[in-house]
């Protein structure tokens, strides 16, 4: 079956620093692969997405970096604050379906004050 | 801003009883899935609905099926409950037939099967 893989698990990281989070995917039917941010009893949120003609998109403190050779991409959280402090999942389009997604793991993001 | 809305944040039944979860969204949004998410596993499709009354199996569909008799409202339903659907379940939205648009989620519901 189908899977995205997404690391770490969990990720602890200073007030100010910067939070990394990589996904690796397999085969896709179409290009679009987004970040979802879900706090405590919350549904996630769309954080950021990325269609691949580009290799990065940047929106504020939140970067998608893209490597379609490599199928991975990865979040980049900068200058992170404890109100970051979430679940983050990523997200690849199935290879078998128009709107069928894949979601990763998650990650648990502690940002200590 | 889209809304999604599930009828109940907690609920607890009992084994072998029938259940419904119900989820409304406020945007028109042709498509609109039900998610599973347990620790470790991240979110699994269950079924997803393209249009009215059309459904399709998504990864994790046994002991579950779906309803939607109009555009706004997708229901999921337990067939008997089983203890090994204790989970919080997740619905969402989207728009368009191209896929590559985000989806929307509600809060969810946390159901406990006794």
């Known amino acids: 079956q189908q899977q995205v893989k997404q690391s770490p698990q969990s990720l602890i990281v200073q007030k100010g620093g910067i939070s990394i989070i990589n996904c690796a995917y397999e085969n896709t039917a179409f290009d679009y692969f987004p970040w979802y941010q879900q706090f405590p009893g919350k549904g996630p949120a769309l954080l950021i997405a990325?269609?691949?003609?580009?290799s990065e998109k940047k929106e504020g403190r939140f970067t998608i970096s893209f490597n379609k050779s490599a199928k991975q991409f990865s979040l980049h959280i900068m200058d992170s604050q404890p109100g970051d402090s979430a679940t983050y999942f990523c997200a690849a389009p199935s290879a078998s379906g128009t709107y069928k997604y894949i979601f990763g793991t998650g990650t648990r993001l502690k940002v200590l004050a | 801003d889209v809304k999604v809305t599930q009828s109940s944040r907690y609920l607890v039944k009992r084994t072998g009883e029938k259940v419904f979860l119900e989820c409304v969204q406020d945007?028109?949004?042709?498509?609109m899935f039900w998610y599973r998410q347990d620790p470790g596993l991240g979110l699994r499709l269950i079924y997803f609905?393209?249009?009215?009354?059309?459904?399709e199996k998504g990864d994790i569909p046994e002991g579950y099926s779906v309803s939607r008799e109009k555009k706004e409202r997708f229901s999921l339903i337990l067939e008997s409950a089983s203890t090994n659907q204790t989970s919080m379940y997740l619905c969402?939205?989207?728009?368009?037939?191209?896929?590559?648009?985000?989806?929307?989620f509600g809060d969810g519901t946390r159901l406990s099967i006794l």
């Open positions: 969402a939205s989207s728009s368009g037939r191209e896929g590559d648009q985000p989806q929307h």
């Open positions: 990325i269609r691949p003609d580009v």
């Open positions: 609905s393209y249009d009215v009354k059309m459904k």
């Open positions: 945007m028109d949004h042709e498509n």
